[in-house]
């Protein structure tokens, strides 16, 4: 039998099932605590969960810079972004960094909880642990500021969200076109099962992906 740190990982596997059951887990207590706090202790735990969601994030991007590649290595990716922010959103609970973190974590970074689009060896190898944490933290954050605080969307940060996420696209796209590299999977589909694989032949999905958002009602 293979070793474990070789095994390598597979969707909807043990691993999955486990990093589902911790989200699920996660989610639950986080909800529960955000329900139960004075304004201060929404505070406090808020500085702590970004503060500990920046150290995570900054250790996952040293760790791919070894060694530095430009297909891999430049934080481009929207869960790049959404980390960032939900750290800010975290600690400093703005509105606008709420707004980022509740579309582009309930919405997007809640994808690849259900089809990761992650290949190589299983739990636990630097490549799982580092996937599975910020794609967790981000659902976890957006879940939390919403559920547990209270926090909603309004139209006007529906607008920023929609604005920012289309400045991110057009950005990567070219850096994507001049570097070879397929950030946010917008140049070409993921070679692994996705949600992208129904929404049609590339790039007829991303207009598919806006009206896959869910049906909230911003206040």
């Known amino acids: 039998m293979a070793p474990a740190a070789l095994r390598e990982f ?7 099932i486990a990093a589902i059951t911790l989200f699920v887990c996660g989610a639950v207590i986080l909800v529960w605590l955000g329900r139960r706090q004075t304004e201060f202790q929404a505070r406090l735990l808020g500085r702590v969960l970004g503060a500990a969601t920046a150290a995570i994030y900054v250790a996952i991007l040293v760790a791919g810079l070894n060694p ?6 430049v934080p481009l990716r929207l869960t790049d972004l959404a980390t960032m922010v939900c750290a800010y959103a975290l600690w400093s609970q703005r509105h606008w960094a709420y707004a980022l973190t509740y579309y582009w ?3 997007l970074s809640s994808q690849a909880l259900i089809s ?11 490549g799982f642990l580092a996937f599975w944490s910020i794609h967790l ?13 209270g926090m909603r969307p309004t139209w006007r940060s529906y607008r ?15 850096f994507n076109a001049v570097a070879g590299s397929n950030y946010g999977f917008l140049n ?15 790039p007829w999905e991303r207009s598919a992906g806006r009206t896959a958002e869910p049906q909230t009602t911003p206040r």
Do not use: C, E
């Open 68 to 73: 530095p590649r430009l297909d891999v290595s």
């Open 188 to 202: 070409r589909k993921p070679s692994t099962a996705s949600l992208l694989d129904v929404m049609g032949p590339w």
């Open 116 to 126: 990761p689009v992650l290949t190589g060896p299983d739990f636990p190898s630097v």
């Open 160 to 174: 920023i969200v929609t604005v920012v996420s289309i400045a991110w696209a057009i950005v990567t796209m070219v």
């Open 137 to 149: 933290l981000v659902v976890w954050a957006a879940i939390y500021l919403t559920w547990g605080l």
């Open 105 to 107: 974590g309930l919405v």
């Open 10 to 16: 597979h969707q909807h596997g043990p691993s999955h």
